[in-house]
């Protein structure tokens, strides 16, 4: 057990719809990483924040969006969804940026029919 | 662009074979190095890491060495056992902020 959470840990949804996924991570920790696993892109970086605050962005599509609130937890927003975005959704946390391990959350996994 | 290329799945061995997973890397600086397991139905765990070149991360048995000149970390385990059936990934630290860049995966199936 990693002590990072995700909620749900499965999500079945239309196309067209729109979803929340939850992240807390490790107590004491300040970053929140999410990643999207796809069967033919991989494993993406997408939205990086610490201590509230957007730090980075990877490929993520304009349709989704992030916020870290402030007892850090994160959620990822998907809208208008496709066919495409099934996927596993992983979130990690970290001490603080750069450097640090980061340890992953069990992840949430994504269809749309 | 930074990026990791390692060898394509699925890898099949018997129990107490020698395993090696090829990883390259393209990158600018120094980045750190790591491996990550994904067993099925679970979240990535960090198995090893290297910082700078000529360290060597090992952890359960697996050892991987950073080469700067091959710029690779490949993957290696004298003897398998079915346990280490699961999905590896090799990775980089991206940036300044620390997100990961990883290769598409390997998977190995350890048969008793």
């Known amino acids: 057990d990693s002590g990072v959470t995700q909620t749900p840990k499965h999500l079945i949804t239309a196309t067209g719809q729109r979803v929340t996924l939850r992240c807390s991570p490790r107590?004491?920790?300040?970053?929140v990483y999410w990643y999207q696993q796809s069967l033919d892109q991989g494993l993406q970086f997408l939205i990086h924040?610490?201590?509230?605050?957007?730090?980075a962005k990877g490929n993520i599509l304009e349709r989704f969006s992030a916020q870290q609130f402030p007892d850090l937890h994160s959620e990822l927003n998907l809208s208008s969804l496709e066919l495409g975005d099934s996927a596993l959704y992983f979130c990690?946390?970290?001490?603080?940026?750069?450097?640090?391990?980061?340890?992953f959350g069990p992840g949430t996994r994504l269809t749309v029919l | 662009g930074n990026s990791v290329t390692q060898m394509e799945g699925p890898v099949t061995l018997s129990e107490e074979a020698f395993l090696t997973i090829n990883c390259t890397y393209t990158?600018?600086?120094?980045?750190?190095l790591f491996w990550y397991v994904q067993y099925p139905g679970e979240g990535l765990q960090l198995l090893l890491k290297a910082t700078k070149a000529d360290d060597k991360g090992s952890n359960k048995g697996f050892e991987a060495t950073y080469r700067k000149e091959t710029t690779s970390f490949h993957l290696e385990k004298g003897s398998v056992q079915v346990s280490d059936s699961a999905v590896y990934f090799c990775a980089l630290k991206g940036g300044s902020q620390g997100n990961l860049i990883f290769g598409k995966g390997t998977k190995l199936s350890v048969k008793p």
């Open positions: 107590s004491g920790d300040l970053s």
């Open positions: 924040y610490y201590n509230g605050e957007e730090r």
């Open positions: 990690a946390s970290s001490v603080a940026s750069g450097g640090y391990e980061q340890f």
């Open positions: 990158a600018t600086g120094y980045p750190s």
